[in-house]
């Protein structure tokens, strides 16, 4: 089983976008469709709730929902590993400290350069092509 940590902006383009060929938004289809498993706490779920439900979106509250409900359900919750090392984006720890609790998994983000350079640390189109070549 692949493992995922899905950062909020992916969900914001995913959502965001037009284009159903675009990297975040077939990797959202992903996720719903069960090819990953999602790694989440309580304080990640809640960063989900308060950025997509901001005016300047306009998500339907529906959707956002939907997603931090299917990640409740189907993803684990998960404690954070300390990381010791100061990070280029403090207010992004969460994300990576909720990665390091299981191995093989990947933090998936747009904004890479707000994470330590990692192995562990890919875009949404690399996570597309890590699950591909597990198919």
Partial sequence: MIYAVIDTNVFVSALWTKNDH??????LKAL??????PLYNEQILAEYKEVLSRPKFSFQAEVIKS????IRTY???SERVQYLETMP????RVFYEVT???KEAYLVTGNQRHFPQAPIVVT???MLEILNEQA
């Fill in 32 to 37: 719903q469709e069960g090819r990953f498993t």
């Fill in 89 to 92: 984006d403090e207010t992004d």
């Fill in 124 to 126: 949404p189109a690399q």
């Fill in 22 to 27: 675009a990297p975040t938004f077939l990797l």
């Fill in 100 to 102: 390091l609790s299981h």
């Fill in 75 to 77: 993803g684990i919750l």
């Fill in 67 to 70: 997603i931090v409900e299917y």
